[in-house]
């Protein structure tokens, strides 16, 4: 695809960071943080990055958002180096991230969201206007001049998501925006974002997210990390079709606490993932296809596990991630 | 970028510190009332051993200068520090402004909401102890003063920028710094009292020939044998400062910037 065409494009960014001896962790000095990564992101598009924590996003949104510089490979953000000319870049983009804290307690909403309009110097009416506009959407216009240390956490982060919009960049990057906030406000976010993106078509989006749901919902095309590696890319749909052919169970046995020894090795389990759940254990797997569960119950009951529960289950994003890391989303980078 | 947008950044950064005087009258308090306190005392050692009445004026001028100096420590060198700890320091970097703006809007904020307190402590210690206040030449003070600030918070912008790379480390300088500058600016006392040498190293912190001048446009009889360097000379040696400062904080900016973008400095790990 042309330059001029894509928001974003990747080449081989990798990204080490050095830790201090007093950091080093099991005798290492280094972390891989982003590995060899190619990414291209059209214009218009809503692009998710899916991963865990540490899966090496953050680090991807803070190269593109010129705060960090790449160990080796390339940048370009609005078809210019990310290296070569942070300045320009600036001028392109703008961030939120989740669980921000950023602004200042004992200025109001509206005079925090003023004070970062005049930094990309936005007039003051207009500013005002923009503002206005823009809470009553995230429906936060009965907080305006409230100061900021007197918000929820909630209310917080609608403050911030109405501080990146403020601006009408070209290119928004939203670092894990829903994190840590009630399903109510999530859904206010993402409804916000989308209604943004409807009436915008010609904006970019880069979302993190390690809420699967999230980028099921909102993302044109999302692209699976995990250890500063991209293992997938494709719209979520397409994804899950990679599942197709696929059998995708959820069981729930009793008698055992540890299934893994049982199937770890069994022919055509290709992935699965166990929980302790209400005094059971819960089992996610994907197997090559549906006669292989005969041999999984079989062998079960061989380990002294008593069937409590058996769904088939639509595939989800979270199955892609646990057929192509072998772990679930929420478990983290080992 | 604009000037236009340099501007609106300097008025958007300083305003936080413009409203924070009248949202957070805890100053009062902190900021005169404390500062007084530690003035009175010298006012009661200079009035016990029969001192010249000039002698509290010294304690008071060096009591309000304090405050500049605090707020160039904690507010300015080590605000950097702060903003990266809130996240706001790479809200500041992504935005399309310049970097000096961003000092700039500190500087002048801080400035301003500090002169508010300066001007509590002078106004307070000169009625309580009955200061005698008569500045001889206004707008040669008012010159030697506002020098003296620009060169101060050009060595706070300065510090801002090298404390960019570091994180707690730029907490305990601060610290490091702030009682020795009280004894070796001669906040208290004639910086001359330390002997030459030492007064001219201290003269790198810009209160040190700020004060000296200061207290030789108020008081010129006695000062005469208490003066470190003549006025002018110290004028110019402030306006010296003040261009070195800014130069290297404009140099230092760019190149912390870089080495701590290298570094992986500018966010909080993990964020």
């Given at each position: 695809m042309a330059q001029e065409a894509l928001a974003v494009k990747t080449e081989e960014l990798t990204r080490v960071f050095r830790l201090r001896k007093r950091e080093a962790r099991e005798g290492r000095r280094e972390i891989l943080a982003l590995d060899r990564v190619n990414l291209e992101v059209p214009r218009g598009e809503l692009f998710g990055l899916l991963g865990p924590n540490g899966a090496g996003k953050t680090t991807l949104i803070k190269i593109l958002a010129t705060l960090l510089a790449p160990t080796s490979g390339r940048a370009f953000v609005a078809g210019v180096d990310v290296v070569a000319n942070p300045a320009e870049v600036r001028r392109h983009i703008n961030m939120v991230c989740g669980g921000e804290t950023s602004g200042y307690g004992l200025l109001t909403v509206e005079e925090n969201l003023w004070m970062f309009a005049q930094f990309y110097g936005i007039p003051s009416r207009e500013a005002r206007r923009r503002i206005r506009e823009l809470l009553s959407l995230v429906g936060l216009a009965d907080r305006a001049k409230t100061k900021v240390y007197h918000l929820s956490s909630g209310m917080r982060q609608k403050m911030n998501i109405v501080r990146g919009f403020l601006t009408d960049p070209e290119i928004l990057f939203l670092d894990e925006p829903t994190l840590g906030l009630d399903v109510q406000t999530a859904r206010t976010i993402r409804e916000f974002v989308r209604n943004w993106l409807r009436e915008h078509p010609d904006r970019t989006i880069l979302l993190t997210t390690h809420y699967m749901h999230e980028a099921d919902e909102l993302c044109d095309r999302v692209a699976i990390i995990d250890r500063g590696r991209i293992l997938a890319c494709a719209a979520p749909s397409e994804l899950k079709h990679m599942l197709q052919r696929e059998a995708v169970f959820r069981l729930y046995v009793e008698g055992v606490a540890d299934a893994r020894a049982a199937?770890?090795?069994m022919p055509?389990?290709?992935?699965?993932?166990?929980?302790?759940?209400?005094?059971?254990?819960?089992?996610?797997?994907?197997?090559?296809?549906?006669?292989?569960?005969?041999?999984?119950?079989?062998?079960?009951?061989?380990?002294?596990?008593?069937?409590?529960?058996?769904?088939?289950?639509?595939?989800?994003?979270?199955?892609?991630?646990?057929?192509?890391?072998?772990?679930?989303?929420?478990?983290?980078?080992? | 970028m604009s000037w236009r947008t340099f501007w609106r950044t300097v008025v958007g950064r300083a305003y936080p510190r413009f409203i924070g005087v009248w949202r957070e009258k805890s100053w009062v308090v902190f900021d005169v009332f404390f500062p007084l306190l530690q003035v009175s005392a010298y006012v009661y050692i200079y009035r016990a051993i029969g001192a010249p009445p000039e002698f509290a004026g010294f304690a008071v001028l060096g009591g309000a200068m304090i405050a500049y100096w605090m707020n160039v420590l904690w507010s300015m060198a080590s605000q950097l520090y702060w903003e990266k700890e809130s996240g706001n320091l790479q809200l500041y970097l992504i935005a399309p402004t310049s970097r000096m703006a961003i000092l700039l809007g500190m500087a002048v904020g801080g400035l301003t909401a500090t002169t508010v307190r300066a001007a509590g402590v002078i106004l307070v210690g000169a009625l309580l102890f009955r200061i005698p206040l008569q500045v001889s030449h206004g707008a040669l003070f008012f010159g030697v003063f506002l020098l003296t600030l620009v060169a101060l918070y050009g060595l706070g912008m300065l510090l801002s920028s090298v404390f960019l790379l570091w994180g707690r480390e730029a907490w305990h300088l601060s610290n490091l710094f702030m009682e020795p500058v009280y004894l070796f600016s001669g906040f208290y006392f004639p910086v001359r009292a330390l002997g030459f040498w030492v007064a001219l190293a201290a003269s790198v912190i810009p209160i040190t020939l700020g004060l000296d001048a200061l207290r030789q446009l108020l008081y010129p009889r006695l000062m005469e044998q208490f003066r470190f360097l003549p006025v002018e000379t110290e004028l110019g040696i402030l306006a010296g400062l003040a261009v070195l400062f800014i130069f290297l904080a404009h140099r230092g900016l760019r190149f912390f910037e870089d080495l701590a973008r290298r570094e992986g400095r500018l966010t909080l790990r993990g964020q």
């Amino acid at each position: 695809m042309a330059q001029e065409a894509l928001a974003v494009k990747t080449e081989e960014l990798t990204r080490v960071f050095r830790l201090r001896k007093r950091e080093a962790r099991e005798g290492r000095r280094e972390i891989l943080a982003l590995d060899r990564v190619n990414l291209e992101v059209p214009r218009g598009e809503l692009f998710g990055l899916l991963g865990p924590n540490g899966a090496g996003k953050t680090t991807l949104i803070k190269i593109l958002a010129t705060l960090l510089a790449p160990t080796s490979g390339r940048a370009f953000v609005a078809g210019v180096d990310v290296v070569a000319n942070p300045a320009e870049v600036r001028r392109h983009i703008n961030m939120v991230c989740g669980g921000e804290t950023s602004g200042y307690g004992l200025l109001t909403v509206e005079e925090n969201l003023w004070m970062f309009a005049q930094f990309y110097g936005i007039p003051s009416r207009e500013a005002r206007r923009r503002i206005r506009e823009l809470l009553s959407l995230v429906g936060l216009a009965d907080r305006a001049k409230t100061k900021v240390y007197h918000l929820s956490s909630g209310m917080r982060q609608k403050m911030n998501i109405v501080r990146g919009f403020l601006t009408d960049p070209e290119i928004l990057f939203l670092d894990e925006p829903t994190l840590g906030l009630d399903v109510q406000t999530a859904r206010t976010i993402r409804e916000f974002v989308r209604n943004w993106l409807r009436e915008h078509p010609d904006r970019t989006i880069l979302l993190t997210t390690h809420y699967m749901h999230e980028a099921d919902e909102l993302c044109d095309r999302v692209a699976i990390i995990d250890r500063g590696r991209i293992l997938a890319c494709a719209a979520p749909s397409e994804l899950k079709h990679m599942l197709q052919r696929e059998a995708v169970f959820r069981l729930y046995v009793e008698g055992v606490a540890d299934a893994r020894a049982a199937l770890d090795g069994m022919p055509g389990v290709r992935a699965l993932a166990q929980e302790a759940e209400d005094g059971r254990l819960r089992l996610d797997l994907i197997l090559a296809e549906e006669g292989v569960l005969v041999s999984v119950l079989s062998r079960l009951q061989e380990a002294g596990a008593k069937l409590a529960e058996l769904r088939k289950e639509e595939p989800t994003l979270e199955d892609v991630f646990l057929a192509l890391v072998g772990r679930r989303l929420t478990e983290g980078t080992p | 970028m604009s000037w236009r947008t340099f501007w609106r950044t300097v008025v958007g950064r300083a305003y936080p510190r413009f409203i924070g005087v009248w949202r957070e009258k805890s100053w009062v308090v902190f900021d005169v009332f404390f500062p007084l306190l530690q003035v009175s005392a010298y006012v009661y050692i200079y009035r016990a051993i029969g001192a010249p009445p000039e002698f509290a004026g010294f304690a008071v001028l060096g009591g309000a200068m304090i405050a500049y100096w605090m707020n160039v420590l904690w507010s300015m060198a080590s605000q950097l520090y702060w903003e990266k700890e809130s996240g706001n320091l790479q809200l500041y970097l992504i935005a399309p402004t310049s970097r000096m703006a961003i000092l700039l809007g500190m500087a002048v904020g801080g400035l301003t909401a500090t002169t508010v307190r300066a001007a509590g402590v002078i106004l307070v210690g000169a009625l309580l102890f009955r200061i005698p206040l008569q500045v001889s030449h206004g707008a040669l003070f008012f010159g030697v003063f506002l020098l003296t600030l620009v060169a101060l918070y050009g060595l706070g912008m300065l510090l801002s920028s090298v404390f960019l790379l570091w994180g707690r480390e730029a907490w305990h300088l601060s610290n490091l710094f702030m009682e020795p500058v009280y004894l070796f600016s001669g906040f208290y006392f004639p910086v001359r009292a330390l002997g030459f040498w030492v007064a001219l190293a201290a003269s790198v912190i810009p209160i040190t020939l700020g004060l000296d001048a200061l207290r030789q446009l108020l008081y010129p009889r006695l000062m005469e044998q208490f003066r470190f360097l003549p006025v002018e000379t110290e004028l110019g040696i402030l306006a010296g400062l003040a261009v070195l400062f800014i130069f290297l904080a404009h140099r230092g900016l760019r190149f912390f910037e870089d080495l701590a973008r290298r570094e992986g400095r500018l966010t909080l790990r993990g964020q």
